[in-house]
């Protein structure tokens, strides 16, 4: 199995920036995406993000495009997600996933899970 740890996160200001950090490791597997995903206390978990590892195509949720940028270390085994002009309302855990079924979207099955990262955007 696959290990990922998450890291990155904290307490910012309305506007700032944040660039989370997700590490795999243990075994090598043949990944077809990264995603990152987002809770929030009360509200159903979102898919923010993914990015394929066999072309390198990215996904956005609608409520982060043009602020999050989603890319990926491969000699690092690290995907990195880089929130600009954070909005109180992307306050949440933060989690990365690794799909393997071979579907490599945001809807696709994503079965290791990291332990998750605090953001919390609050002047």
Known sequence: QVQLVESGG??????GSLRLSCKASGSTLDYS???WFRQAPGKEREGVSCI??????????DSVKGRFTISRDNAKNTV?????????EDTAVYYCAVETSGIATIRGEYDYWGQGTQVTVSS
């Not at 904290?10 to 506007?15: A, D, F, H, K, Y």
């Not at 394929?52 to 949720?61: H, R, V």
Request: charged residues 5%.
């Open 10 to 15: 904290g307490l910012v200001q309305p506007g």
């Open 33 to 35: 995406a990264i995603g």
């Open 52 to 61: 394929s590892n066999s072309d390198g195509s990215t996904y956005y949720a």
């Open 80 to 88: 990195y997600l880089q929130m600009n002009s954070l909005k109180p």
